[in-house]
């Protein structure tokens, strides 16, 4: 039987598909019905990018199988590229941003009922979905864009417009939503937030007090994600001693990961932590009544974000419950919703966890086991550089938790 698969990759990959070189492809590649369409291909190609100058790009393979299950092979007849154009004309959707040069660019700011509220050249403006978008970008997921999509649009009047086109996504940070249909229980990611590029990681110095694992946690997520993080220890006015808190911000910069110590009372750091979210698209993320909020009024104090003071306590408690962008004066924007912060790990195997430690894949000496999941094998290097002092226990405590899937 022969099938029409859309399959997603990069441009390399892609070339090698198309030139016959299919090998690792066919093997053990189960064709699910998540291939069979467009979209879906279109999100593979845009994820399986690994470094910044991949291109993504979507294939277009004849396949020959006898059954289509897991652990059967299937026969390749022939590959292609799709053209730009090609997924232009089937989806309204484009990889090549110069399809679209004229138009003006704009970001989805919020969600607003079946519209969007765009952000473009410093205004607002309400738009709809050019009517062909919806039902290919439906799709694949829940919601056809959501908060942090570029697109393009065209102007109507001075405060509304249409969406022509949809960039591709640099980063997709969400969490994996279980439905239960029926008896069935499915697993489907649902993207809070697209092109996040800047998660900031607030801690209290004190109350509440200091949860480094759940720093870590976020360190992998945000690595998982492709998404730029910094540890941001916030209210340091409240302590007199500040080694520990020196000790532990010492603990990510020697890895190194951006650190900022900060007090949105005094207003310590925050000239820091503001220039370091110029240009990016960035989410606060952390327990609540570390100071988010507060330190987000202390960067900018338009951002009409509302703390959860004591006056606001007593009348019913404000709460931002949709998500939305802010754009920031000297360019980028913060988003704050509380979908972020309750991220949870996204199907993480044990096996590529370790690649989020940073000083794991620093170690010089290799573990005598190959491979090694660090997790008590005789000869591990890892727990050899926690006992030397290396790394910190509090890192490799974390490691082993999440590899238990907590
Ligand atoms: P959120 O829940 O993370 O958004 O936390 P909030 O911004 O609502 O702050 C919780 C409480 O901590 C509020 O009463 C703030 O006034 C207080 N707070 C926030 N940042 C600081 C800080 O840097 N120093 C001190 N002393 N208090 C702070
Ligand atoms: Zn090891």
Known sequence: MAKTVYYGTTMEEAQRIAEGDYATLVDGMIYTQAHLRLMPAIGDAERCRVKDEDQPAVVHLQIKYKSLSPGNKAKIRSARLMTDKEILHLTGYTFNRAGFGDLPSGIVVRLCHRDYMIECDGREYRCSLRRKLTPVLRSGSDKPLTVGDRVKLTLVDDHTGVIETVMGRTTAYGRTRVRTDGPRQTRRPSTVL??????????????????????????????????????????????????????????????????????????????????????????????????????????????????????ERKGGRHTTSATQLYPLEGGGYVADTPGIRTLQFMNIEPQVLRQYFPEMQQLKEPCHTQPCYHTGEPGCAVKKAVEDGIMAPSRYESYLRFCGGR
């Open 194 to 311: 697209a092109n996040l590029s800047g998660l900031i990681i607030v801690n209290a110095a004190l109350q509440p007090p200091l949860k480094p694992a759940m720093i870590d946690k976020f360190l992998v997520i945000a690595a998982f994600n492709g998404i730029c993080p910094i540890v941001c220890l916030n209210k340091i006015d409240l302590v007199e001693d500040q080694q520990p808190l020196l000790d532990l911000i010492g603990i990510y910069r020697d890895i190194g990961y951006d650190t900022v110590m900060t007090s949105a009372e005094t207003g310590e750091g925050i000239d820091e932590l503001r220039a370091w979210m110029q240009h990016k698209t960035s989410g606060l993320v952390g327990t609540s009544g570390v100071g988010k909020s507060s330190l987000l009024n202390a960067i900018q104090t338009d951002l009409r974000i509302a703390t959860k003071g004591v006056n």
